[in-house]
């Protein structure tokens, strides 16, 4: 069974510092991995995927299978990046689609 | 761009009743998916369809049921609604898994059983 385990439930920083949210996986195949941003009274929506290898609002998140984990991160915090942040991983096996998402953390950025 | 529409903002009723949450996607999207969101337990997958009539539970189906009677739309069925159900519900698409699309989220349902 797939599981996602983000242990923090809020992180707070301070605006500058580094970022860095943990999420951790337990999946027997191949990964396909999520990070999703819910900002305050807005949609959850995407933020970045792990295939595409891409840094969107200065973050970034790299696969790592050793470790199974997939952490968020990002150099400098802004207060923009307050925000609930939930990792996701997909099954996925010819049109079958099973998605599944961890407990998710509040990133607090503190002025 | 994608829309995922869900039926109500805001919903109250009472014990017991039978209640229907409706979404609507204009995509084509093949997968449909009803979350519940709670405070520190995050986004649980209730039920999901991957084509028209199909259905497959997730990982907290018990006091629901679904229903695709058409590819758009994704109905959550609560059969007799209990104060445990009180929960934000959402809604989500997406396509059919070739090019890791993601999932699109409507603006959810905030539910009030009373």
């Known amino acids: 069974a797939q599981r996602v385990t983000q242990p923090e439930k809020l992180l707070s920083v301070f605006k500058g510092a580094p970022v860095e949210l943990k999420c951790n996986y337990s999946y027997s195949g191949s990964p396909e991995l999520f990070w999703y941003v819910q900002y305050s009274r807005q949609r959850l929506q995407l933020l970045l995927r792990?295939?595409s290898r891409e840094s969107i609002k200065g973050f970034t998140a790299d696969l790592n299978k050793g470790e199974t984990s997939f952490h968020l991160k990002k150099p400098f915090a802004q207060e923009e990046d307050s925000a609930m942040y939930y990792c996701?991983?997909?099954?996925?096996?010819?049109?079958?689609?099973?998605?599944?998402f961890g407990t998710g953390t509040k990133l607090q950025v503190i002025p | 761009d994608v829309k995922v529409t869900q039926s109500s903002r805001y919903l109250v009723k009472r014990t017991g009743e039978k209640v229907f949450l409706e979404c609507v996607q204009d995509m084509d999207h093949e997968n449909m998916f009803w979350y519940r969101q709670d405070p520190g337990l995050g986004l649980r997958l209730i039920y999901f369809?991957?084509?028209?009539?199909?259905?497959e539970k997730g990982d907290i189906p018990e006091g629901y049921s679904v229903s695709r009677e058409k590819k758009e739309r994704f109905s959550l069925i609560l059969e007799s609604a209990s104060t445990n159900q009180t929960s934000m519900y959402l809604c989500?698409?997406?396509?059919?898994?070739?090019?890791?699309?993601?999932?699109?989220f409507g603006d959810g349902t905030r539910l009030s059983i009373l």
């Open positions: 996701a991983l997909r099954v996925s096996s010819g049109g079958y689609q099973k998605v599944t």
């Open positions: 792990h295939i």
């Open positions: 989500a698409s997406t396509g059919d898994g070739r090019g890791n699309q993601p999932q699109h």
């Open positions: 369809s991957y084509d028209v009539k199909m259905k």
